[in-house]
């Protein structure tokens, strides 16, 4: 299971920089990157940004080729009566959410790739999780 989540995730890293171009092409497979645990924002580019492009909504350069569309990040707190579920997208980061979503084949699980770029240092898997946590709250709709 691990090998297949970096496989995809390699994939997905390298369609990261493809989304900045707003360009559709084919993906390619790639290593996890370090990023700082610091920057939610790098780490959302580096990592999330393939799938659901740097604005949060969705169209990333490897959306179509998921087995269902990813979640328009802009709209959690609106689909959540007004609140951001900060809880639930932790959550899901950690360990995912079932079939067709992270953890799935087109989404890895990040928690233990996290833990993976950390040398198992849950307090930087958390700082990670937080980051990213809070990175996605400031993409919610106004």
Same mark, same amino acid.
């Given at each position: 299971?691990?090998? #297949?989540s970096?496989? !995809?995730? @390699?994939a997905?890293? $390298?369609?990261?920089?493809? =989304?900045? *171009?707003?360009?559709? %092409?084919?993906?390619?497979?790639?290593?996890? #990157?370090?990023?700082? !645990?610091? @920057?939610?924002?790098? $780490?959302?580019?580096?990592? =999330?940004? *393939?799938c659901?492009? %740097?604005?949060?909504?969705?169209?990333?350069?490897?959306?179509?080729?998921?087995?269902?569309?990813?979640?328009?990040?802009?709209q959690?707190?609106?689909?959540?009566?007004?609140?951001?579920?900060?809880?639930?997208?932790?959550?899901?980061?950690?360990?995912?959410?079932?079939?067709?979503?992270?953890?799935?084949?087109?989404?890895?699980?990040?928690?233990?790739?996290?833990q993976?770029?950390?040398?198992?240092?849950?307090?930087v898997?958390?700082?990670?999780?937080?980051n990213?946590?809070?990175?996605?709250?400031?993409?919610?709709a106004?």
């Amino acid at each position: 299971m691990f090998r #297949k989540s970096m496989l !995809a995730l @390699s994939a997905l890293l $390298m369609a990261t920089g493809l =989304c900045l *171009a707003q360009q559709q %092409t084919e993906v390619k497979k790639a290593p996890i #990157k370090q990023t700082s !645990a610091a @920057s939610g924002k790098e $780490m959302y580019v580096q990592y =999330c940004a *393939a799938c659901h492009c %740097t604005d949060g909504k969705g169209g990333g350069p490897a959306a179509s080729a998921m087995k269902a569309p990813p979640t328009d990040l802009t709209q959690l707190a609106k689909k959540h009566d007004g609140k951001y579920p900060a809880d639930l997208v932790a959550g899901v980061l950690k360990f995912g959410k079932g079939p067709g979503s992270h953890g799935s084949a087109d989404m890895p699980l990040w928690g233990p790739l996290f833990q993976s770029l950390d040398k198992y240092h849950d307090g930087v898997v958390q700082q990670r999780i937080s980051n990213i946590v809070s990175y996605i709250e400031s993409l919610q709709a106004k």
